[in-house]
């Protein structure tokens, strides 16, 4: 059997964390399977629907490197599809029209929340004489559920569930509008897409059960089920917005690289023994469904950033310049020039080790790329006020080397606090940062003046004694 996983998701115009690791999950899965993994954009909600809210979502995927097999499939697309199963449902007595007012149903729910009831239709129109139809009413359809014994799950996940059959309403697979609703589309979908395993959030458990009266009604393979526990916020809450952040998006805008993050909401959920850092090759290969965790796991933004800074220092130069080009754009309105990269792959190693996400990697190299006069910021100003005897005498021994190495630019700053600062290397070294990088945070100085060369380390200089 080849395994077939799906990634089905409902375009709200963002891709919650969430969904992201149940797409996640569900590509693991297949591709540790030599199987299929197949996405659906669940597009029944016209009223809201946008092609910019599915773009949203096939960007998440394509920015976590979650690669599908097959053409996207459209739900909305397949609605003739649904409505005939529906039909012949009703051929085979299996479903039925269901005249019920508004006000009918209104009685029957409150009549079942006054006697504690879960569920409220009292199924009259189940075996009802159809001749009995008022013409005036545009019917529904509700499927025959089970009346008596129970429904049973074997999921990977929550183990076996079970619930008595009389609490499963005849549910509405068609509206009077003669549309599906998402309960019937969905079962059809997952069974003509050929689906083998559905993995995805506890919330959808509930479904499940219904989802599984259409299979067995239309005699269908029923596919496995894994609900997995839903990501829940420090406080215990649901993931959202208030915790920070809740979609891909946001934290791709926040300088984390999808290796991270896929490596992190892997994690978040699913185990193998004690291993935290589990790149996608290690993730593959080891992901199944035993491991993924039976309690609702949750966001720890401190692991996120240890396991970002992880996949920082193991990308190479050019991998995370690619990266972060963007970033340079949108924080510091410059596009990175040819020096500006050279320059950042020569002190890359430091700047590496420094930076928990790429805005922390762009702010703290963007000075390689800058070109004088540079913009000083509030703190460096103040370390330049002041400091210009201290500049010039930095310029004139640079100026006098022969090289200009790392232990040089030390060598001479040094000699400079003796002389000047009672030897305190800080009152040399911040006016020099300043002046080199127009902040007072950035790799070792004396490092990033190696990489700049005397001419360029002398002009900085200069400008900032113009300044
Ligand atoms: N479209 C549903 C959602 O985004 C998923 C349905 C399913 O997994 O069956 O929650």
Same mark, same amino acid.
């Given at each position: 059997?080849?395994?077939?996983?799906?990634?089905?998701?409902?375009?709200?115009?963002?891709?919650?964390?969430?969904?992201?690791?149940?797409?996640?999950?569900?590509?693991?899965?297949?591709?540790?399977?030599?199987?299929?993994?197949?996405?659906?954009?669940?597009?029944?909600?016209?009223?809201?629907?946008?092609?910019?809210?599915?773009?949203?979502?096939?960007?998440?995927?394509?920015?976590?490197?979650?690669?599908?097999?097959?053409?996207?499939?459209?739900?909305?697309?397949?609605?003739?599809?649904?409505?005939?199963?529906?039909?012949?449902?009703?051929?085979?007595?299996?479903?039925?029209?269901?005249?019920?007012?508004?006000?009918?149903?209104?009685?029957? *729910?409150? $009549? =079942?929340?006054? &006697? @504690? !009831?879960? /569920?409220?239709? +009292?199924?009259?129109?189940?075996?009802?004489?159809?001749?009995?139809?008022?013409?005036?009413?545009?019917?529904?359809? *509700?499927? $025959? =559920?089970?009346? &008596? @014994? !129970?429904? /049973?799950?074997? +999921?990977?996940?929550?183990?076996?569930?079970?619930?008595?059959?009389?609490?499963?309403?005849?549910?509405?697979?068609? *509206?009077?509008?003669?549309?599906?609703?998402?309960?019937?589309?969905?079962?059809?979908?997952?069974?003509?897409?050929?689906?083998?395993?559905?993995?995805?959030?506890?919330?959808?458990?509930?479904?499940?059960?219904?989802?599984?009266?259409?299979?067995?009604?239309?005699?269908?393979?029923?596919?496995?089920?894994?609900?997995?526990?839903?990501?829940?916020?420090?406080?215990?809450?649901?993931?959202?917005?208030?915790?920070?952040?809740?979609?891909?998006?946001?934290?791709?805008?926040?300088?984390?690289?999808?290796?991270?993050?896929?490596?992190?909401?892997?994690?978040?959920?699913?185990?193998?023994?004690?291993?935290?850092?589990?790149?996608?090759?290690?993730?593959?290969?080891?992901?199944?469904?035993?491991?993924?965790?039976?309690?609702?796991?949750?966001?720890?933004?401190?692991?996120?950033?240890?396991?970002?800074?992880?996949?920082?220092?193991?990308?190479?130069?050019?991998?995370?310049?690619?990266?972060?080009?963007?970033?340079?754009?949108?924080?510091?309105?410059?596009?990175?020039?040819?020096?500006?990269?050279?320059?950042?792959?020569?002190?890359?190693?430091?700047?590496?080790?420094?930076?928990?996400?790429?805005?922390?990697?762009?702010?703290?190299?963007?000075?390689?790329?800058?070109?004088?006069?540079?913009?000083?910021?509030?703190?460096?100003?103040?370390?330049?006020?002041?400091?210009?005897?201290?500049?010039?005498?930095?310029?004139?021994?640079?100026?006098?080397?022969?090289?200009?190495?790392?232990?040089?630019?030390?060598?001479?700053?040094?000699?400079?606090?003796?002389?000047?600062?009672?030897?305190?290397?800080?009152?040399?070294?911040?006016?020099?940062?300043?002046?080199?990088?127009?902040?007072?945070?950035?790799?070792?100085?004396?490092?990033?003046?190696?990489?700049?060369?005397?001419?360029?380390?002398?002009?900085?200089?200069?400008?900032?004694?113009?300044?």
């Amino acid at each position: 059997m080849t395994v077939v996983t799906r990634f089905p998701p409902s375009p709200t115009g963002f891709m919650h964390v969430g969904n992201a690791r149940t797409a996640i999950f569900n590509w693991l899965y297949a591709r540790n399977k030599g199987g299929k993994f197949v996405v659906r954009i669940e597009d029944t909600d016209r009223k809201r629907h946008s092609e910019e809210a599915v773009a949203a979502i096939m960007d998440g995927l394509k920015w976590l490197g979650l690669d599908y097999d097959g053409e996207v499939l459209s739900q909305f697309a397949q609605r003739d599809r649904h409505t005939g199963v529906a039909e012949e449902m009703i051929a085979k007595g299996q479903a039925y029209y269901c005249y019920c007012s508004p006000e009918e149903l209104n009685d029957m *729910r409150e $009549k =079942a929340r006054a &006697e @504690g !009831q879960k /569920t409220f239709y +009292d199924r009259r129109w189940r075996d009802a004489d159809p001749t009995t139809a008022p013409a005036d009413v545009k019917p529904v359809v *509700r499927i $025959k =559920a089970p009346l &008596e @014994g !129970q429904t /049973t799950i074997k +999921d990977k996940v929550q183990g076996e569930v079970s619930v008595a059959n009389d609490q499963l309403d005849d549910f509405i697979i068609l *509206r009077s509008d003669g549309t599906p609703t998402y309960m019937l589309s969905v079962v059809v979908d997952d069974h003509d897409m050929g689906i083998t395993h559905i993995i995805r959030g506890d919330d959808h458990l509930n479904n499940t059960f219904r989802q599984k009266v259409i299979f067995d009604a239309m005699g269908w393979d029923v596919p496995e089920f894994a609900h997995a526990p839903l990501i829940h916020g420090a406080d215990g809450g649901k993931f959202s917005k208030r915790h920070g952040a809740q979609s891909i998006q946001e934290f791709r805008e926040m300088g984390y690289l999808p290796e991270a993050l896929l490596n992190y909401l892997l994690r978040l959920g699913w185990s193998h023994g004690d291993d935290e850092i589990i790149p996608r090759d290690k993730a593959i290969e080891w992901f199944n469904l035993e491991n993924i965790g039976k309690a609702p796991s949750k966001f720890d933004f401190a692991k996120l950033d240890s396991l970002n800074a992880h996949y920082i220092n193991e990308s190479s130069a050019e991998e995370l310049i690619t990266q972060a080009l963007p970033f340079y754009k949108e924080r510091h309105g410059m596009a990175l020039n040819d020096l500006g990269k050279q320059r950042i792959t020569q002190g890359i190693d430091e700047l590496k080790s420094r930076a928990k996400t790429l805005l922390q990697f762009v702010d703290e190299s963007v000075f390689y790329a800058k070109s004088i006069p540079l913009q000083f910021d509030e703190k460096a100003l103040k370390n330049l006020d002041g400091a210009e005897d201290i500049l010039r005498a930095l310029k004139t021994s640079f100026e006098a080397a022969d090289t200009l190495d790392a232990d040089k630019v030390q060598e001479i700053c040094k000699a400079i606090a003796a002389e000047h600062m009672n030897g305190k290397l800080g009152k040399v070294a911040m006016p020099l940062r300043a002046a080199l990088t127009g902040t007072t945070v950035s790799p070792s100085i004396f490092h990033a003046a190696e990489i700049f060369g005397s001419d360029e380390v002398c002009n900085r200089i200069q400008a900032a004694l113009d300044r």
